[in-house]
């Protein structure tokens, strides 16, 4: 628990007068649960506002300017990389219960405030035919609101791109308290500079989103599910590049290598395809009209063969399809077998450094003495390398921590980025440096500075090199942890 | 054409002996080619400069620091709003040698320098079985550095969208002078703030767009073009929002009204459909795998009919196909019948207000006495309203810039957008401060003097009302212009 300096407490006191304490809290148990996300290191503020409307965070930032006093937007705090820290103490403004839906059938978008659940906004385009792609994997509680300040990937990428690409219109704050509307309700819009887009990934730091309009596709009518062995990862990865080649377009091609797929085998006691343990595997996806779905299919399934895949099992039902998913989703649990904490990086590289990649965590997890599981989304470039360590082991830990800068490195040496689908937020502060040049970080500061001056919104974020592991981790049950 | 005070000559000289005769060039033909776009009013630059690498233009823009003159970053010059004048005079840096295209086809990117010519990008990418979706009319001419400045739609939109959803990484230089990437050549990317979607749709005035990498998308194996009548603009703006509502997506959708067609028949000597003189049309396409435009294509018809077309040709032979066409590629040039100048707006509307909007444009006729042509890409409700009046007339031409005031107004009332493609330039000035607040208004120009501090990059444009139809139209050929 790290405790700052400065005190808030007279602008404290002036906040809850001016809001009342329903909306203001300085309770203990608020203040905890709101210092901490996903990455469990936890920075305790002043307080915690639960805004009932604009012109309560219109005040907030008022006297939030005023006194200089660091405001952090919150949603469900399911970031991986401290992106809802509020780690320089002070607000922090939880906006988890803005979470009105509102579908607009005929032009086919939904316009949602910014505590909005991910997957409830898709069961609510469902009931009209429509489909809100975007599925990272905390779908089921993390807020649209930190999916647009974080950009969030997930496995959908593949065909239908990241939360960017589905945002007609945001709606929210300028860090200096004015309502704003950056974009449209509409397909098409040409007019003034595009704040929208560099408020999405902004982290939070370049206003408060509110809300936003999204726009919504039609809901594919046919689904088909597919899960293929391969001998080691060059085989898999190959497999990749094939379909790549042969222009097919799964809507998700999840990679797992051999590591974690043999702890996922170990945890269950069994093989996934019991003529071929620990083998690499593909698990896709393809969807679209009926006709399109069993094309695509039946290409795949040649495509697949041919490129090298020794088993193979594929089904358009949708239990049969959940027990192929099961190794997917049961991957990143396993993987503490082989260490109770783990380093997970979402780096990106393109396609012809696929296998360079995989062989760099291998020469990793020699160098460090620490298993190096890595999955991902494969179209997209997109993997998931974790490090995994004994949290008891401080040299462990190290190791681990040289290992991921090793990693970061190789990233950007093979023309990659440090991460896809996470943000920087404070984990990968130290290596912002490696992917953007001085020029451009000095430009990003700039625009950081014309639009919060007073730096009052979310300090400390994506800038401020931190080394998040120096820091205690706290142990804590988050509502989305399984036994 | 208009002289500025500003004497820029001993600058002017400094470049000239720092990079050369055969990079900057003070000569008149030169300089008047370069004063002026496809809006057709003329400013007149000091000097055009022809950069032969990135050193010439990091002089460029530190001279132009040092000596506050203005620089307009430029390609082929085809904007229709005046986005490619030099408003304050100054350095014109044409960038329209800086045309080279390289498709990575394994990955499915183009890596483009800005002035590339967008249909070259897709003729070199169909080479790969790749595709370039985005389609501005002037694809054969524009240069893809226009394209990204104004972040340029098309009739594609419908399904495939717009520039910006093709951009995977921007390479150029800040107003400062420093070169810069945003993005990555990835299919993921998360890190920093995104200063990409910034300089999208800036208008050329946040940087100096050099390069992009642009993401290509499997080419369709199959295309579907259909031409349907109906009795009047309800009618067909109706059966816009039946396709809608059934989730049907062709990839193009283009409404053209009664005094539209009416025009282009009139310039034929016949009418489209002999049966249906004078019909209000929809002109469609489907595009992709086979079987799938066979389904879009049946019931897109059955569609069609029972929404009330009276008259329906369809074909997949791209010469039958061009015919139907004709229609929608003559009637921009047809409408000049109905006067010899004309004011082109590509407002955007929500679909509820389809037929409002098309109500509007003919109490504008009424009340102005002039012919409101309207086309429009109608799946995205981008409509191009004409306003039509005799240049010798300067009533008339006051009574078409009332009308395109109380149209902006009313298309702001309507829920809309005063540019859905076309980007503010100097044409829409008048009409930004409908759009936006003050507030947001002040965050642009904020974001604005942060990264070009001296206001030297494309001053004068967006933010600075200004009447352009007061000034005189120059009477010039331009390479796209027809007899």
Known sequence: MIKFAADF????????????PAQVSTDETARHAASLDNLRVSFLPAAVIFPKDDAAIATVLRLANEHRVPVTPRGAGSSTTGSACP????????????NKIKIDALAGIAQVEAGAVTAEIDAAAAKHGLFYPPDPSS????????????????LRGAKYGVTRDYVMALEGFL?????VRWGAPLRKFASGYNLRDLWIGGGGTLGVITGATLRLVPRPAARHTLLAAFANEAKA??????IMRARLVPSICEFLDRPTVICTERKWGRAVFPQMPGASL?????????AEVAAQRSALIKLLRSAGAQALRDTADPAEAEKLWQVRRTCSQAMFQMGDAKLNEDVVVPPREYVRLLKCTRDLARATGLATPTYGHAMDGNFHVHMMYRRARPRERRRAEK??????????ALGGAITGEHGIGLAKSPFLRLQHSPAEIGAMLAVKKALDPRGILHPGQI???????????????????KD
Chains 1, 2 share one sequence.
């Open 9 to 20: 407490s007279r602008p404290t006191r002036m906040l809850r007068r001016a809001l009342g």
């Open 87 to 98: 780690v320089r103490g002070g607000w922090v403004l939880d906006l988890s219960r803005w």
């Open 139 to 154: 779908l089921h509680y993390c807020t649209i609101g930190g999916n647009l300040a974080l950009n969030a990937g997930g």
């Open 175 to 179: 860090p200096t308290g004015e309502k």
């Open 237 to 242: 990865l190959g497999a990749v590049l094939a």
């Open 282 to 290: 593909l698990l896709l996806e393809v969807d679209g009209s009926v």
């Open 403 to 412: 290992g991921v800068a090793a990693l970061m490195k190789k990233v950007i």
């Open 463 to 481: 800038f401020t090199p931190v080394s998040v592991w120096r820091f205690p981790q706290v142990k804590v049950r988050l509502p989305w942890d």
